[in-house]
């Protein structure tokens, strides 16, 4: 399973859950355990946030792919179809 993390979601308000239901449209199922992750998604104005930074540190670190949205909405698309190509 293709999972993204999404980082910089304080607060679930309307414009989150519409990223949320975008970023699923790219093929990723949205989980907010980073551990459970294949790859990272920074929101915009992430880094106005210090739990978003040390979440990109981490996946870093971890070689986790960070994608940004929605600048890598098309890059999402085909590395989700290409993970699922090699399950």
């Known amino acids: 399973m293709i999972t993204a993390f999404v980082s910089g979601m304080l607060e679930r ?3 989150y859950e519409k ?3 975008e970023i699923s449209k790219t093929g990723y ?3 907010y355990n980073f551990e459970d992750c294949d790859v990272i998604v920074m929101l915009p104005f992430w880094n106005d946030y ?3 930074k040390d979440e990109w540190k981490k996946a870093k670190i971890s070689n986790i792919p960070i994608f940004y949205w929605p600048l890598d909405k098309d890059k999402m698309k ?3 179809k290409s993970q699922k190509n090699n399950e």
């Open 29 to 31: 199922n949205i989980s």
């Open 50 to 52: 210090v739990q978003s």
């Open 78 to 80: 085909w590395f989700s």
């Open 19 to 21: 990223l949320e239901k």
């Open 13 to 15: 308000n309307n414009y």
